[in-house]
């Protein structure tokens, strides 16, 4: 029996092809096959069929499809010598069968064989070639939707990277012409790869068809020339070089990973007190193959390290991944999946993905919204490569599966209090139990600690410290450090405080069911200084992954410079870390150990009040970085400033753009922190002044999340103005991603409640967002009926803004049905409104409007002026997006008013800046460059 993916969905029995049903029937099937021997969950398998928007009965009717497919399955097994079975499990169901019963697995595991480099160049070339044999057209050709479309995109970039491994091991063996065909076949299709490019011109040097590699050379440097405005990369040139001096071309050492300029590296630091770890280090070493340099590896490489908590699973993973480091050049990335946090806010495997691909180097704009094509995005670009991936503190199985590579090459190394036999089962990792440190091993610790003096002098006291710490790397490194800040406190001391159960929660034993680190952290908590343990108590308050300086000072209600001295305290006692200048975090347990101790140390009304303060910190400083950033917007009014908070005023433009960068995670902590502890107010103030930073960096994803909780919020507090706005701006992100349908339900809310409120401004903003909708749907004339309606009342109200804005899109909308003369008059009222109230943004709107109706007046002069007024305003804002935008449409002009090198050269700025964006509107602007050229 085999499935096959690499063309339409087929299942083939013994007797022939099995008739599978109907499309979508087909399509579970190449969902649970792409999945073999891996649980698929009911959710995933309704978004993978029918898409983000399934019909309220998909569950039903994916029942009886999965019912159907079981019956031709049994039916197929009778005369198969290799059964599968449809399995039914907990949340989901389970395609069980051979990996290579299926072609698109057996693709992978010829490809992964190829690139063995204890096989010799024939072996791996035999395999590759019996891999790329395999398609019988592209994957899932009879499929239609998303993840089809996802799993296409992913498997073009890994048949191209094995094309490539195939030719250079022919070339290797001596038979280089024979790649000959196939890469000039792929050439054409990819026309500016420049190691598919390299690869056919060693392929034709070795059939002894040099002219024709130094033409194809040539023909392609032009192409990079003529279309990118670049020269040529290093293995190109290498290549056409030894062409030149008629030596044989050899392949790099190894190949330039796809994407590559960028090796991230995150992971933190090591520690110089690793206690020696040597079976476990062995059993990871075993895992990395012994000749490491040749690319691809030789399988994905899982290993998971559990144990319980405290004993050092995190040491240990960082510890080994510094040491293997070099054997993964093309980097290491690391996230905390906080499985364990106290405060229950798991880390969502979609944020740890975008912070991967962030990375990685993908820009915002370029992140895909879905989970699914995350991971195929994170999984393409992972292809080809040698990378080391560690995810820190996972909950489960199923938070860690999407953020695992997906190709040969790369080791992802696990850490979890929980044995992840979910994961073991289903990927083959290879699990790693971590015990406690032997007896020896917590006397090195010690020693490297307090110094080999101070630990042999007082034998007794440290082998009862050891016991007394159950070997717990970390009740042992917490002592360690009590004593480092006590240097002349005897052992024996620390010993006996250890031993005494009044100083401690539970006594501390080498029995792993009575283990409590907890009675060592409230034995470090009574070493600190009153107001110390006071901060570190409130630290366990705050949300965010880490938190600054001057936020800690508003927390605690005191000045900076004490502020500093209490968290140099808690440095120095090992209860807090700081991982960059100036930004501490609490590990796992520290934090839970805080939480609770301020639970039952402070009263409610002092908590609460912290927290207050800590909101107050936050939506303070946010919203003087907004004002600074954009103070053409409609104030909002603060609630009072509560005592003891001193927000954070950054010096400048850019000073303030990199504090909402470095807070972009904590902000959105500390927003759900508002929203679970009935701070309404600051819940929708603090997604006010993230809407613009959240909408320019692209992180739609967060400005849906923050407006849904805006809204919810604004709706708890009966504020009309707040409920408006924010309705409203939830709108917006959903028409970008083109929602319509929901982007229209929270538009006629925002409606509803202005008109019931009497906010005439309300109204008018939402009517000129509804005209919006309906020019996203193609109705121009209803766009131009609303916001001509918003107009009005912004007229009304006295609202120059919202008549300039208005104006404007009553031109531009008026431009598109070809009436520009109308449109002309408006966008000239709303060009002298936008100057006289100083509104750059409208301004650069309003000049690109005016450039594109001049043009299609026929007076390209005045349109190109136009323009490049546009072009001034748009680049003192730093909207780069904007700004190629504008480029665009000032080439268009210049190509019709026949300045041919002009418009070829707007055209490339455009592309350079939607390249570096990684914008998805760079083809067409690439297209439109090469017509331009070749006109």
Not at 101 to 122: I, N, S
Not at 343 to 372: C, H, K, N, W, Y
Not at 774 to 791: C, L, M, N, S
Request: glycine share 8%.
């Amino acid at each position: 029996m085999e499935f096959r993916l690499l063309g339409p969905v087929e299942l083939l029995a013994a007797a022939g092809p099995v008739e599978l049903g109907t499309p979508r029937e087909r399509h579970v099937v190449g969902v649970l096959a792409a999945e073999a021997g891996r649980l698929v969950p009911v959710a995933t398998l309704i978004e993978r069929v029918w898409g983000p928007e399934a019909p309220a009965g998909a569950r039903a009717t994916l029942r009886v499809y999965l019912s159907h497919i079981r019956k031709v399955i049994d039916k197929a097994n009778s005369d198969s010598d290799h059964p599968a079975t449809l399995v039914r499990r907990a949340g989901g169901y389970l395609l069980d069968i051979d990996a290579d019963q299926v072609d698109l697995h057996r693709f992978r595991r010829l490809v992964a064989h190829g690139r063995d480099p204890g096989r010799t160049d024939g072996e791996r070339a035999t395999s590759l070639r019996q891999a790329l044999d395999l398609p019988k057209g592209e994957p899932l050709a009879d499929l239609s939707g998303g993840w089809a479309e996802r799993i296409r995109l992913a498997w073009s970039r890994e048949y191209l990277d094995a094309a490539l491994a195939w030719a250079r091991a022919v070339l290797s063996a001596g038979d280089g012409g024979s790649a000959v065909g196939l890469l000039a076949e792929l050439a054409d299709q990819h026309p500016l790869n420049e190691s598919l490019a390299a690869a056919l011109m060693r392929a034709l040097h070795a059939a002894g068809r040099s002219s024709e590699a130094l033409q194809h050379h040539a023909d392609v440097r032009g192409r990079l020339k003529e279309e990118l405005g670049t020269d040529p990369g290093a293995e190109l040139q290498a290549t056409h070089q030894q062409i030149l001096r008629g030596r044989p071309a050899t392949p790099p050492a190894r190949p330039q990973p796809s994407g590559a300029g960028v090796v991230p590296a995150q992971l933190p630091a090591d520690l110089p007190s690793f206690a020696a770890r040597g079976h476990a280090l062995d059993q990871l070493d075993n895992l990395v193959p012994q000749a490491a340099d040749p690319p691809g590896g030789t399988a994905i490489l899982i290993t998971a390290i559990d144990g319980t908590a405290g004993v050092g699973k995190t040491a240990l993973a960082v510890h080994w991944a510094h040491r293997v480091a070099a054997r993964f050049p093309d980097g290491q990335l690391y996230v905390n999946l906080r499985g364990f946090d106290p405060s229950g806010q798991v880390m969502d495997p979609a944020t740890a993905m975008r912070g991967f691909l962030e990375a990685l180097e993908v820009p915002q704009r370029r992140i895909p919204t879905d989970p699914d094509a995350q991971a195929a995005l994170y999984r393409s670009l992972l292809g080809g490569r040698r990378m080391l991936v560690v995810l820190d503190n996972a909950r489960d199985s199923a938070q860690v599966r999407p953020l695992l590579p997906g190709a040969p090459g790369c080791l992802a190394v696990v850490t979890s209090r929980n044995q992840l036999t979910s994961l073991i089962a289903g990927t083959g990792a290879h699990p790693v139990t971590l015990d406690l440190l032997t007896h020896d091993e917590a006397r090195t610790l010690l020693t490297r600690r307090l110094g080999a003096d101070r630990i042999a002098a007082e034998p007794d006291a440290v082998a009862e410290i050891i016991t007394r710490c159950a070997r717990l790397p970390l009740a042992l490194t917490l002592v360690a450090a009590h004593a480092a800040i006590r240097p002349r406190t005897v052992l024996r001391t620390l010993a006996d405080q250890l031993r005494d159960t009044q100083h401690r929660w539970q006594a501390l034993t080498g029995d792993d069911s009575t283990t409590d680190v907890r009675s060592v952290f409230s034995w470090s908590n009574q070493a600190l200084s009153p107001d110390a343990a006071r901060l570190f108590r409130l630290l366990g308050l705050h949300p965010g992954p880490d938190v600054r300086e001057a936020a800690v000072a508003s927390l605690a209600a005191v000045p900076l410079a004490q502020a500093q001295a209490l968290l140099t305290e808690l440095l120095r006692a090992n209860l807090v870390t700081e991982h960059r200048a100036g930004r501490y975090t609490l590990h796992d347990l520290l934090r839970a150990y805080a939480t609770e101790l301020a639970d039952s140390t402070d009263p409610d009304d002092e908590r609460r009040a912290a927290t207050h303060r800590m909101l107050d910190h936050y939506l303070y400083s946010a919203h003087a970085g907004d004002r600074l950033l954009y103070p053409e917007r409609d104030p909002i009014t603060l609630p009072p400033l509560q005592p003891g908070v001193a927000p954070e005023h950054p010096a400048g433009e850019q000073q303030v753009r990199d504090w909402f960068v470095t807070e972009h995670a904590v902000l959105l902590a500390v927003l759900d922190r508002a929203a679970t502890t009935g701070f309404d107010i600051h819940v929708w103030q603090l997604a006010w002044t993230l809407r613009l930073f959240l909408d320019r960096r692209g992180h739609w994803p967060d400005w849906i999340a923050t407006g849904r909780a805006a809204a919810a919020a604004a709706g708890r507090l009966g504020d009309p103005v707040a409920e408006v706005w924010a309705h409203r701006e939830l709108a917006r992100p959903y028409l970008l991603l083109s929602r319509l349908d929901t982007a229209e339900e929270h538009l006629s809310r925002a409606l509803e409640v202005a008109t019931q409120a009497g906010d005439q401004v309300g109204q008018a903003n939402a009517e000129s967002s509804i005209g919006h909708l309906w020019q996203r749907r193609g109705d121009t004339a209803k766009a131009i009926e609303h916001v001509r309606r918003a107009h009005e009342l912004y007229r009304a109200t006295g609202h120059p803004r919202g008549q300039a804005r208005a104006l404007n899109n009553i031109g531009w909308l008026h431009s598109q049905v070809g009436d520009h003369r109308a449109a002309l008059a408006a966008c000239e009222q709303a060009l002298t409104l936008n100057q006289n109230i100083n509104d750059p943004d409208g301004e650069g709107a309003t000049w690109d409007s005016l450039g594109f109706i001049h043009h299609h007046l026929g007076d390209h002069a005045q349109a190109i002026t136009c323009y490049e007024q546009a072009l001034t305003v748009v680049r003192e804002l730093g909207d780069r997006y904007y700004e190629a935008d504008v480029l665009t449409h000032l080439a268009a002009t210049q190509h019709d008013a026949g300045n041919r090198a002009a418009a070829i050269d707007a055209y490339r700025q455009a592309l350079v800046i939607l390249d570096d964006l990684d914008h998805p509107e760079a083809d067409a602007v690439r297209a439109k460059l090469q017509d331009a050229g070749s006109a």
